[in-house]
């Protein structure tokens, strides 16, 4: 019944009224300013709740849109930083160029990470699809040369993160350990819920236990579990790790891992590009669809 589901969201897509989509944007989605975001940190950090921000949109194709997503990045940073809010940022790669040119790329990231360590502020590198994973471990290595408040993301179904994770172990580096949502081939990725779930807790407990800062995120309850074993049985203290949830899904879960003394993170994105954004992430997901309209209905997580 859930396979039929999405089959039939992923379909409908093309044919559902924008309004209706940004129903669904709306929950997970802060708005399209940048007071939107922070209107959304702020009551998130009434909760307990920390936040990264994310300014929509990818995989561009003109040098003009990654400097222009540049300079919206240093404008969070210094608007972050002024508010107060316990918040940092995260970057789409190929938002900055890395799908144009790798030193583009490395140009505009460096910019922004200059500017937040001024601020005594992370920003972390998110993982876009398999094409480019290579190369935003090589992002990262590069940057790490110079900057310490830089992280990147491994995901959990990808038969190679095991190996990759230790390259980024040698280097200190703070990653964020998620499920993945990308379509992938089986031939680079675990299909099988119960495989994922397994690497997904093998990942945060290698790199916590080789002494790195860990971001676990996930909205499984089995990830979540096998994650506080972990985390019990190597003693690892609170400052070392935090939970990361996106915006909008499971509020229930997020606030349990705070009522329990967890740091905990919320993705907050926003932007014009919400409505490519929601679509695209429904179609590479539709589970985020059923996250949705159960915690609309006041309902649990949907199975995986």
């Not at 940190?41 to 990264?52: D, F, H, K, N, V």
């Not at 930083?81 to 789409?92: E, T």
């Not at 919400?274 to 539709?286: F, G, H, I, M, Q």
Request: charged share 25%; with cysteine; hydrophobic share 45%.
């Amino acid at each position: 019944m859930t396979a039929l589901f999405d089959r039939l969201v992923v379909s409908s897509l093309p044919f559902v009224p924008k309004p209706i989509v940004r129903s669904f944007a709306a929950r997970y989605v802060a708005g399209n300013t940048l007071e939107d975001a922070i209107s959304t940190i702020r009551t998130l950090a009434s909760e307990g709740a920390m936040a990264t921000v994310d300014v929509l949109g990818e995989s561009v194709t003109q040098r003009e849109q990654t400097l222009a997503t540049r300079a919206e990045y240093l404008r969070v940073v210094d608007a972050l930083a002024a508010s107060g809010l316990p918040a940092n940022v995260s970057i789409k790669p190929t938002a900055v160029g890395l799908s144009i040119d790798p030193a583009l790329a490395l140009e505009n990231c460096a910019a922004i990470c200059a500017r937040a360590r001024d601020h005594g502020m992370f920003v972390r590198l998110d993982m876009e699809d398999s094409p480019h994973t290579d190369a935003t471990i090589r992002l990262t290595l590069d940057l790490r040369k110079e900057f310490s408040n830089v992280g990147t993301v491994l995901q959990a179904y990808l038969r190679r993160s095991l190996a990759d994770i230790g390259r980024l172990e040698d280097a200190g580096v703070n990653v964020r350990v998620c499920k993945g949502i990308y379509i992938e081939k089986r031939e680079i990725a675990y299909k099988d819920r119960g495989a994922i779930i397994e690497n997904f807790s093998a990942l945060v407990a290698k790199h916590l236990a080789a002494g790195c800062y860990t971001a676990i995120a996930t909205h499984d309850e089995a990830c979540v579990q096998l994650a506080l074993a972990s985390i019990d049985r190597l003693r690892i203290p609170k400052d070392r790790y935090e939970f990361q949830m996106l915006l909008g899904v499971d509020p229930v879960l997020r606030k349990s891992l705070i009522d329990a003394g967890h740091r905990l993170r919320v993705y907050v994105p926003y932007g014009r590009d919400w409505y490519a954004y929601s679509t695209r992430r429904l179609k590479e997901n539709p589970a985020i669809a059923r996250h949705v309209l159960r915690s609309m209905a006041g309902l649990g997580p949907a199975p995986a």
